[in-house]
Nanobody, 124 residues
Framework: QLQASGGGLVQAGGSLRLSCAAS??????MGWFRQGPGKEREFVAG????????PAGDSMKGRFTISGDKAKNTVYLQMNSLKPEDTAVYYC?????????????????????WGQGTQVTVSS
C-alpha cells in the first residue's frame, strides 16, 4: 500500500512538500509521477534505495527535490517555485523489482504498485 499526502492549493511561486509511505511490501525504488488536465502521465523524480540514486524529469530539475527515509520506506517531494503548469494529480509508485536500473526509474511501467494520488493546484 502507498499512502501519499501533502497536496493542496498554493499560489504561484509557493512551495509544497508531498510525502508517500510504502507498507506491506519490500520496494527497491519509489517514484513520483504527475498527470495534469488533458496531459499524459509524466515522470517527476525517483529514488533507488540501495544507493540513493535520484533521477529526475528534466522539467523539474532545480525546482523539485526528492528525498527519502529508507528505514521508513517513505519518500518526499519538495516542490519550490511552483507554477500553474505544475497543477496535476501527483502519484507515488513503488517497484518490487530488486534489480531496478537507473534508466528505468522514469518509466511508469517499471512500477508495480501505485498510490491514490494527491491533487496539487497552483493558482496564478
Amino acid at each position: 500500500q502507498l499512502q501519499a499526502s501533502g497536496g493542496g492549493l498554493v499560489q504561484a511561486g509557493g512551495s509544497l512538500r508531498l510525502s508517500c509511505a510504502a507498507s506491506g511490501r519490500t520496494v527497491y525504488a519509489m517514484g513520483w509521477f504527475r498527470q495534469g488536465p488533458g496531459k499524459e502521465r509524466e515522470f517527476v523524480a525517483g529514488i533507488r534505495w540501495r544507493d540513493g540514486a535520484r533521477p529526475a524529469g528534466d522539467s523539474m530539475k532545480g525546482r523539485f527535490t526528492i528525498s527519502g527515509d529508507k528505514a521508513k520506506n517513505t519518500v518526499y517531494l519538495q516542490m519550490n517555485s511552483l507554477k500553474p503548469e505544475d497543477t496535476a494529480v501527483y502519484y507515488c509508485a513503488g517497484t518490487t523489482a530488486a534489480g531496478v536500473i537507473i534508466s528505468s526509474i522514469g518509466r511508469a511501467d517499471q512500477y508495480d504498485y501505485w498510490g491514490q494520488g494527491t491533487q496539487v493546484t497552483v493558482s496564478s
